[in-house]
């Protein structure tokens, strides 16, 4: 769904004040308003992120699951679920890339849309889990594009995803796993 709004800075200021624009995204100049995640995403987003954080650290890198933005530029940015980033890619703002990206997808939104942004800032690994824990998992290619990866391998963090009955996503590495 489109809309024009007549008195944009009004509606802005009276998200920012609801605490409601945490999670909106600019898009080369044009506004996306994202609503706040379901009860379901919310708590696969912090599940997960326990589970992969330390897998994070021995890689050197940083992880949040709290709304921090993949910016181009200040008028383009994306915000993913989870950012798994290096030291050099924060800046004040947020990061402005990562090595790996988490989205949640919820029916209609706009992940897929996302995963071009991500490829654009370098972003080696990106990866969509939907409510039923089916995911995809793509790692970018020499020329900048994503491409599935089949045995579900995330080289960035050394884990292995796979969906399991329950649903769950189930995450392995060298000496142990967890389900979430």
Known sequence: MRAVLVNAESFLEQRRRQGMDKFDEMWEGEWHFVNPPKSWHSFLNGDMLVVL????ERAGLRSTGDALGVFASGSDWRIPDQAYVRPDQIVEEGVTGAEFVVEFRSPGDESYAKLPFYAGRGVT??????????????????????????????ETLGVTFSTVAGPKLRIEWDGGSAEV
Do not use: K, T
């Not at 954080?53 to 994070?56: G, K, V």
């Not at 790692?139 to 900048?144: I, R, S």
């Open 125 to 154: 690994e990106a990866m969509i889990v939907h409510r039923d824990r089916r995911f995809e998992l793509f790692g970018l290619d020499g020329a900048g594009a994503y491409q599935p990866v089949e045995d579900g391998r995330c």
């Open 53 to 56: 954080r330390p897998h994070a």
